[in-house]
Protein backbone atom coordinates (compact mmCIF):
# COMPACT_ATOMS: atom_id res chain seq x y z
CA UNK A 1 0.00 0.00 0.00
CA UNK A 2 1.30 3.65 -0.79
CA UNK A 3 2.18 5.58 2.20
CA UNK A 4 0.17 8.69 2.79
CA UNK A 5 2.52 11.12 1.87
CA UNK A 6 2.55 9.43 -1.59
CA UNK A 7 -1.28 9.50 -1.83
CA UNK A 8 -1.48 13.39 -0.83
CA UNK A 9 1.09 13.47 -3.40
CA UNK A 10 -1.34 12.19 -5.95
CA UNK A 11 -4.42 14.34 -4.92
CA UNK A 12 -2.43 17.18 -4.79
CA UNK A 13 -1.70 16.45 -8.62
CA UNK A 14 -5.16 15.16 -9.86
CA UNK A 15 -6.35 18.80 -8.27
CA UNK A 16 -4.14 20.69 -10.60
CA UNK A 17 -5.20 19.14 -13.18
CA UNK A 18 -8.66 19.16 -12.53
CA UNK A 19 -7.96 23.38 -12.16
CA UNK A 20 -6.41 23.19 -15.53
CA UNK A 21 -9.35 21.05 -17.19
CA UNK A 22 -12.09 23.13 -15.85
CA UNK A 23 -10.44 26.34 -16.66
CA UNK A 24 -10.38 25.31 -20.43
CA UNK A 25 -14.03 24.26 -20.62
CA UNK A 26 -15.02 27.47 -19.57
CA UNK A 27 -12.96 28.70 -22.23
CA UNK A 28 -14.37 26.63 -24.94
CA UNK A 29 -17.99 27.24 -23.60
CA UNK A 30 -17.44 31.22 -23.82
CA UNK A 31 -15.47 30.69 -27.59
CA UNK A 32 -18.37 28.37 -28.27
CA UNK A 33 -20.87 30.62 -28.23
CA UNK A 34 -19.43 33.32 -30.64
CA UNK A 35 -18.44 30.54 -32.72
CA UNK A 36 -22.50 29.61 -32.65
CA UNK A 37 -23.21 33.46 -33.44
CA UNK A 38 -21.52 32.81 -36.19
CA UNK A 39 -22.96 30.20 -38.02
CA UNK A 40 -25.98 31.43 -37.06
CA UNK A 41 -25.28 34.63 -39.06
CA UNK A 42 -23.86 32.77 -42.12
CA UNK A 43 -26.27 30.21 -43.04
CA UNK A 44 -28.74 32.23 -44.30
CA UNK A 45 -25.99 34.05 -46.69
CA UNK A 46 -24.58 30.44 -47.71
CA UNK A 47 -27.89 28.83 -48.48
CA UNK A 48 -28.79 32.07 -50.66
CA UNK A 49 -25.67 32.22 -52.33
CA UNK A 50 -26.72 28.63 -53.29
CA UNK A 51 -29.82 28.81 -54.43
CA UNK A 52 -29.11 32.15 -56.33
CA UNK A 53 -26.36 29.47 -58.55
CA UNK A 54 -28.34 27.32 -58.98
CA UNK A 55 -31.24 29.18 -60.37
CA UNK A 56 -28.42 30.88 -62.85
CA UNK A 57 -27.60 27.52 -64.09
CA UNK A 58 -30.94 26.25 -64.29
CA UNK A 59 -31.71 29.73 -66.32
CA UNK A 60 -28.45 29.20 -68.46
CA UNK A 61 -29.33 25.53 -69.50
CA UNK A 62 -26.76 24.30 -71.98
CA UNK A 63 -25.05 26.88 -71.79
CA UNK A 64 -23.89 26.35 -68.22
CA UNK A 65 -21.98 23.73 -69.58
CA UNK A 66 -19.24 26.19 -70.73
CA UNK A 67 -18.64 27.62 -67.30
CA UNK A 68 -15.17 25.57 -66.55
CA UNK A 69 -16.27 24.71 -62.54
CA UNK A 70 -19.33 22.81 -64.08
CA UNK A 71 -17.83 20.98 -66.83
CA UNK A 72 -15.81 17.54 -65.99
CA UNK A 73 -13.19 16.52 -66.81
CA UNK A 74 -12.78 13.95 -69.47
CA UNK A 75 -11.40 11.51 -67.17
CA UNK A 76 -10.63 11.49 -63.86
CA UNK A 77 -7.18 9.99 -62.52
CA UNK A 78 -6.76 12.75 -59.73
CA UNK A 79 -8.80 13.70 -56.91
CA UNK A 80 -7.98 16.39 -54.32
CA UNK A 81 -9.12 15.52 -50.66
CA UNK A 82 -9.71 18.84 -48.28
CA UNK A 83 -9.42 17.65 -44.65
CA UNK A 84 -10.61 20.65 -42.21
CA UNK A 85 -9.16 20.00 -38.74
CA UNK A 86 -8.10 21.92 -35.81
CA UNK A 87 -4.74 23.29 -34.55
CA UNK A 88 -4.97 21.89 -31.28
CA UNK A 89 -5.83 18.61 -29.89
CA UNK A 90 -7.80 17.83 -26.01
CA UNK A 91 -10.75 17.36 -28.12
CA UNK A 92 -11.58 13.90 -27.79
CA UNK A 93 -11.73 12.27 -31.51
CA UNK A 94 -12.63 15.29 -33.37
CA UNK A 95 -9.11 15.48 -35.58
CA UNK A 96 -8.81 12.02 -35.42
CA UNK A 97 -12.32 11.22 -36.83
CA UNK A 98 -11.43 13.56 -39.89
CA UNK A 99 -8.18 11.96 -40.82
CA UNK A 100 -9.60 8.51 -40.45
CA UNK A 101 -12.66 9.61 -42.72
CA UNK A 102 -9.66 10.79 -45.17
CA UNK A 103 -7.62 7.95 -45.48
CA UNK A 104 -10.12 5.61 -45.89
CA UNK A 105 -11.38 8.02 -48.82
CA UNK A 106 -8.25 7.79 -50.29
CA UNK A 107 -8.16 4.31 -49.77
CA UNK A 108 -11.55 4.01 -52.20
CA UNK A 109 -9.73 6.27 -54.29
CA UNK A 110 -6.58 3.95 -54.43
CA UNK A 111 -8.82 1.06 -55.42
CA UNK A 112 -10.32 2.33 -58.03
CA UNK A 113 -7.16 3.40 -59.93
CA UNK A 114 -7.40 7.11 -59.05
CA UNK A 115 -4.36 9.04 -57.13
CA UNK A 116 -5.04 11.63 -54.08
CA UNK A 117 -3.55 14.85 -53.65
CA UNK A 118 -3.58 16.11 -49.87
CA UNK A 119 -5.05 19.33 -48.88
CA UNK A 120 -5.19 20.23 -45.00
CA UNK A 121 -6.43 22.87 -42.78
CA UNK A 122 -5.23 22.91 -39.07
CA UNK A 123 -1.72 22.02 -37.68
CA UNK A 124 -3.65 18.61 -36.72
CA UNK A 125 -4.37 17.70 -39.98
CA UNK A 126 -1.33 18.69 -41.66
CA UNK A 127 0.83 16.71 -39.21
CA UNK A 128 -1.45 13.50 -39.12
CA UNK A 129 -1.11 13.86 -43.13
CA UNK A 130 2.72 14.51 -43.56
CA UNK A 131 3.29 11.92 -40.26
CA UNK A 132 1.26 8.90 -43.13
CA UNK A 133 4.37 10.31 -45.29
CA UNK A 134 1.99 11.82 -47.52
CA UNK A 135 3.01 14.89 -49.77
CA UNK A 136 0.48 17.95 -49.15
CA UNK A 137 -0.32 20.11 -52.01
CA UNK A 138 -1.34 22.78 -49.73
CA UNK A 139 -1.17 23.40 -45.72
CA UNK A 140 -3.33 26.04 -44.20
CA UNK A 141 -2.61 26.49 -40.06
CA UNK A 142 -2.90 29.42 -37.77
CA UNK A 143 -6.70 30.29 -38.36
CA UNK A 144 -8.59 27.30 -37.11
CA UNK A 145 -10.12 29.03 -34.11
CA UNK A 146 -11.53 31.77 -35.74
CA UNK A 147 -11.12 31.38 -39.79
CA UNK A 148 -11.62 34.30 -41.71
CA UNK A 149 -13.05 34.59 -45.19
CA UNK A 150 -9.98 35.70 -46.71
CA UNK A 151 -8.73 32.12 -45.56
CA UNK A 152 -11.42 30.56 -47.27
CA UNK A 153 -10.24 32.77 -50.28
CA UNK A 154 -6.86 31.62 -50.36
CA UNK A 155 -8.21 28.23 -50.04
CA UNK A 156 -10.58 28.12 -52.53
CA UNK A 157 -8.08 30.00 -55.17
CA UNK A 158 -5.57 26.97 -54.73
CA UNK A 159 -8.25 23.97 -55.45
CA UNK A 160 -9.87 26.04 -58.49
CA UNK A 161 -6.56 26.80 -60.26
CA UNK A 162 -5.52 23.39 -59.23
CA UNK A 163 -9.14 22.18 -60.97
CA UNK A 164 -8.64 25.09 -64.40
CA UNK A 165 -4.85 23.31 -64.66
CA UNK A 166 -6.10 20.14 -65.11
CA UNK A 167 -3.80 19.13 -61.71
CA UNK A 168 -6.95 17.60 -59.97
CA UNK A 169 -9.88 16.27 -61.59
CA UNK A 170 -12.46 16.38 -58.38
CA UNK A 171 -12.04 17.89 -54.95
CA UNK A 172 -13.55 16.64 -52.26
CA UNK A 173 -13.87 17.93 -48.56
CA UNK A 174 -14.44 16.40 -45.17
CA UNK A 175 -15.09 18.33 -42.28
CA UNK A 176 -17.06 17.72 -38.94
CA UNK A 177 -20.52 19.57 -39.23
CA UNK A 178 -21.88 21.09 -36.16
CA UNK A 179 -25.10 19.66 -34.66
CA UNK A 180 -24.42 20.74 -31.05
CA UNK A 181 -21.78 20.70 -28.28
CA UNK A 182 -21.61 16.58 -27.92
CA UNK A 183 -22.71 15.94 -31.76
CA UNK A 184 -20.22 16.50 -34.63
CA UNK A 185 -21.01 14.72 -37.72
CA UNK A 186 -18.37 14.26 -40.55
CA UNK A 187 -19.45 15.54 -43.47
CA UNK A 188 -18.36 14.89 -47.23
CA UNK A 189 -18.90 17.20 -49.59
CA UNK A 190 -18.01 17.58 -53.75
CA UNK A 191 -16.39 21.07 -54.32
CA UNK A 192 -15.51 20.56 -57.92
CA UNK A 193 -16.82 19.89 -60.40
CA UNK A 194 -20.49 21.26 -59.54
CA UNK A 195 -23.03 19.39 -60.44
CA UNK A 196 -26.75 20.88 -60.82
CA UNK A 197 -27.73 18.22 -57.51
CA UNK A 198 -25.33 19.93 -55.61
CA UNK A 199 -26.42 23.30 -55.88
CA UNK A 200 -29.83 21.86 -55.48
CA UNK A 201 -28.24 20.46 -51.68
CA UNK A 202 -27.12 24.27 -51.10
CA UNK A 203 -25.96 24.38 -48.12
CA UNK A 204 -28.07 23.32 -45.68
CA UNK A 205 -30.41 21.38 -47.52
CA UNK A 206 -32.97 24.42 -48.26
CA UNK A 207 -32.24 24.63 -51.90
CA UNK A 208 -35.47 21.69 -52.45
CA UNK A 209 -37.65 24.15 -50.16
CA UNK A 210 -37.25 27.29 -52.66
CA UNK A 211 -38.35 25.62 -55.61
CA UNK A 212 -42.40 25.85 -54.88
CA UNK A 213 -42.51 29.16 -53.81
CA UNK A 214 -40.59 29.99 -57.12
CA UNK A 215 -43.00 28.23 -59.15
CA UNK A 216 -45.84 31.78 -57.98
CA UNK A 217 -42.77 34.03 -59.29
CA UNK A 218 -42.78 36.06 -63.03
CA UNK A 219 -39.65 34.65 -64.96
CA UNK A 220 -36.53 36.64 -64.16
CA UNK A 221 -34.61 38.69 -66.86
CA UNK A 222 -30.53 37.75 -66.28
CA UNK A 223 -28.32 41.03 -66.90
CA UNK A 224 -25.74 39.97 -67.91
CA UNK A 225 -26.63 36.88 -68.92
CA UNK A 226 -27.21 33.52 -67.05
CA UNK A 227 -23.70 32.43 -67.89
CA UNK A 228 -21.89 35.22 -67.20
CA UNK A 229 -23.12 35.59 -64.03
CA UNK A 230 -22.34 32.14 -63.50
CA UNK A 231 -18.87 32.47 -64.38
CA UNK A 232 -18.95 34.88 -61.08
CA UNK A 233 -20.97 33.03 -58.94
CA UNK A 234 -19.72 29.78 -58.62
CA UNK A 235 -16.19 30.88 -57.00
CA UNK A 236 -18.59 32.49 -54.58
CA UNK A 237 -20.14 29.39 -54.03
CA UNK A 238 -17.15 27.33 -53.33
CA UNK A 239 -15.44 29.90 -51.20
CA UNK A 240 -18.71 30.41 -49.09
CA UNK A 241 -18.82 26.38 -49.23
CA UNK A 242 -15.19 26.49 -47.60
CA UNK A 243 -15.69 28.91 -45.06
CA UNK A 244 -18.78 27.35 -43.66
CA UNK A 245 -17.07 24.10 -43.41
CA UNK A 246 -14.29 26.46 -41.50
CA UNK A 247 -16.61 28.06 -39.47
CA UNK A 248 -19.10 24.91 -38.78
CA UNK A 249 -15.47 23.15 -37.58
CA UNK A 250 -14.42 25.59 -35.36
CA UNK A 251 -17.55 25.34 -33.60
CA UNK A 252 -17.68 21.74 -33.61
CA UNK A 253 -14.46 22.34 -32.59
CA UNK A 254 -15.09 24.41 -29.26
CA UNK A 255 -18.25 22.00 -28.67
CA UNK A 256 -16.10 18.76 -28.40
CA UNK A 257 -13.12 20.24 -26.85
CA UNK A 258 -15.72 21.44 -23.70
CA UNK A 259 -17.32 18.08 -23.61
CA UNK A 260 -13.78 16.36 -23.38
CA UNK A 261 -12.64 18.65 -20.92
CA UNK A 262 -15.95 18.70 -18.56
CA UNK A 263 -15.38 14.79 -18.83
CA UNK A 264 -12.19 14.98 -18.00
CA UNK A 265 -12.73 17.09 -14.88
CA UNK A 266 -15.45 14.83 -13.69
CA UNK A 267 -13.34 11.89 -14.38
CA UNK A 268 -10.78 13.88 -11.79
CA UNK A 269 -13.34 14.10 -9.31
CA UNK A 270 -13.46 10.37 -9.06
CA UNK A 271 -10.02 10.05 -8.71
CA UNK A 272 -9.58 12.56 -5.94
CA UNK A 273 -12.74 10.50 -3.98
CA UNK A 274 -10.72 7.30 -4.58
CA UNK A 275 -7.27 8.81 -3.18
CA UNK A 276 -9.06 10.34 -0.76
CA UNK A 277 -10.61 6.94 0.48
CA UNK A 278 -6.89 5.60 -0.05
CA UNK A 279 -5.24 8.09 2.08
CA UNK A 280 -7.33 7.62 5.02
CA UNK A 281 -7.33 3.58 4.34
CA UNK A 282 -2.81 4.24 4.66
CA UNK A 283 -3.90 6.41 7.58
CA UNK A 284 -5.65 4.44 9.74
CA UNK A 285 -3.19 1.68 9.13
CA UNK A 286 -0.81 3.74 10.47
CA UNK A 287 -2.68 4.41 13.37
CA UNK A 288 -3.12 0.87 13.58
CA UNK A 289 0.16 -0.25 13.36
CA UNK A 290 1.38 2.01 15.97
CA UNK A 291 -1.44 1.46 18.37
CA UNK A 292 -0.27 -2.44 18.57
CA UNK A 293 3.27 -1.23 18.82
CA UNK A 294 2.41 0.54 21.76
CA UNK A 295 0.11 -2.78 23.39
CA UNK A 296 3.38 -5.31 22.33
CA UNK A 297 5.68 -2.39 24.04
CA UNK A 298 3.21 -2.54 27.61
CA UNK A 299 3.12 -6.03 27.32
CA UNK A 300 6.80 -6.61 27.13
CA UNK A 301 6.75 -4.26 30.43
CA UNK A 302 4.50 -5.99 32.16
Given at each position: MASQRDVKNKIASVKNIQKITRAMEMVAAARLRRAEQRISALRPYADAIGRMTRQA??????EAARVPLLREHDSETNVALLLITGDRGLAGGFNSQIIRAGVRLSGEMTEQGLSSSWYATGRRGVSSVSFRGHELSGSYTGFADRPAYADARTIADDLIQAYLD?????????????????????????????????????????GESSEPSQAGHAAVDYEPD??????????????????????????????????????????????????TLQMNRARQAEITQEIMEVVAGAEGLT
Open positions: AQAAGADRVDRVEMLYNSYVSPLTQHVTRQTLLPLSHEALGEGSGGSPEKILRRLVPDYIEISIYRALVESAAGFFGAQMTAMRSASENAGELITDY
